[in-house]
């Protein structure tokens, strides 16, 4: 079960600020799902989410809409180029640059 | 916020795609050229500027490129992408100001300045004005060329800005007077090539704009991993029509690099000053905000000395008409960031759910509007235009607002 964080309507810097007090919150392997109509948000939450060791996917949720889900990745604080470059990617194929 | 321990429907999740309103995107281009050409038809040099303000909002809207976050970014997450961005385009604008002035103005030590260009005396004031936009623009969110381009991507809190904006600016009209006799009329107008001739102002200029690079480098230092930047490894297409489609998605519906927007932002500076001024968007607003307040009977009345402020003065969109340049550029603003966000699928009205960021835009909008006003300008005509022009005020007010936006990160941090 993923907690969900829903930003929708929040602007910069809100949403990557609530996602990385969510995830200061999570126990063990507990996942989060965050919800923004931000774009700019696509860039910050992945980056401060894998300062915290935590992977993250984004999913296009509808117009102008994204939902990333952010799970904990071991690899996301032992070789965390090699997560966002994956991100970096994903970001890409979703018409979204950095 | 909401925050729920169930999971969300997955059904939305599959990426769903409404089909592409392929009608709504070309009736949106259409309706801005037909505007331009009605607005050139009316007045020649207003449409220009109404063309100027259509790309300035495509640039803003494709490459999101926020002033605001330049600056509160460096504190907030040690991220100094954004500016190190505009340190580059203003690198390069003051290249082309540097030039189109040397034109006007051959000798620059004979004590005239270059018409048009955003210099103006050095004082407390700008200090007072870039400290109190520099909070603003962090409370609020957005500076002003940003509320602009939000309001055209959909945004409902930048119209609040907006209001709080004219609130400032009229605010700082009611107190120019005072401030012009205390300290404006009297201060120094420091403009580098009167003391150092063009290249001496320009080798300043641009090693101070590398030393600042370097600091931005140094406060991004031990931040931690960041997203690289992809080179494309795709194959081009070989059709023309193959072409021409991944042409039109790179820069229509892929958003751009932010290091590109700087870069477009101060070719299209340069361009605007060649037409006839730098950019600046405060100015118009400033002229309707007293209109607005001079319906209720609240107008400041007549501003002492402010039309010797060269820029973004609480006059500059005066005129006899108000289809004047300066509007021009702030409505293309709205309406070209509003084609683009059609044209890439992200145009959206988007309400904040909680009622304290209606309270933020209020509160930031009448910071930033009061700096704009007495400073003469936001961080486009009083920063982005003002250093490119060679004028120390640029400086003075860059380095006001980087200690607003410092001020403003502690407020935001404390507000949930």
Known sequence: MARVLDVRGEICPYPMMKAVEQLKQLKGDESLEVLTDHAPALSTI??????????????????AEWRLGLTRDASASRDPSAVLERLSERLEQLGVAE | MSV?????????????????????????????????????????????????????????????????????????????????????GIGLATLGFALL????????????????????????????GGLSFGVGMVVAGGCVSGTLYRIGEGYVASLVTLAGILIGLELAAHTWNWW???????????????FLGYAGAVALTVALLAGAYVLTLWRESGRGPRIPLRQKAELEPASVRGQVGRLYRRWFVTGWPIATGAIALAVLNVFAFTADHPLGVTGELGTWAEH???????????????????????????????????????????????VAAVLASEFKLRFPRQHVRYGQSVAGGVLMGYGAGLAAGCTIGAFFSAIPSLGLNGWLFGLSLLLGAAGGVQIIKRIP
Request: charged share 10%; hydrophobic share 55%; proline share 5%.
């Open chain 2, 101 to 128: 002035m040397s034109r006007s103005v051959p000798d620059p030590t004979a004590g005239a300045l270059p018409n048009q260009a955003h210099v103006i005396p050095v004082g407390w004031y700008v200090v007072v």
């Open chain 2, 292 to 338: 607005l307040a001079s319906l209720g009977g609240l107008g400041a009345g007549v501003l002492q000395g402010v039309d010797k402020l060269a820029g973004c003065n609480l006059a500059a969109g005066n005129g006899s008409t108000w289809l004047t340049s300066n509007f021009t550029l702030d409505a293309g603003l709205v309406f070209g960031a509003f």
């Open chain 2, 4 to 88: 729920s321990v169930e999971a969300a429907p997955r059904g939305a999740a599959l990426g769903w795609h409404a089909p592409p309103a392929v009608v709504v995107k070309v009736a949106a281009v259409l309706v801005a050229v037909a505007l331009l050409v009605v607005i050139t038809a009316a007045d020649a040099g207003a449409g220009l500027f109404f063309a100027f303000g259509l790309g300035f909002g495509v640039i803003l809207q494709r490459s999101r490129l926020c002033f605001a976050s330049a600056f509160r970014d460096l504190f907030l997450l040690r991220d100094g992408r954004t500016m190190r961005a505009i340190l580059v």
């Open chain 2, 180 to 194: 012009w006799q205390a300290e404006i009329s009297s201060a120094p107008v420091v403009w580098l090539p009167g």
């Open chain 1, 46 to 63: 992945p980056w401060e989410a894998a300062k915290l060791g935590y992977a993250t996917t984004i999913e296009v949720n509808g117009r």
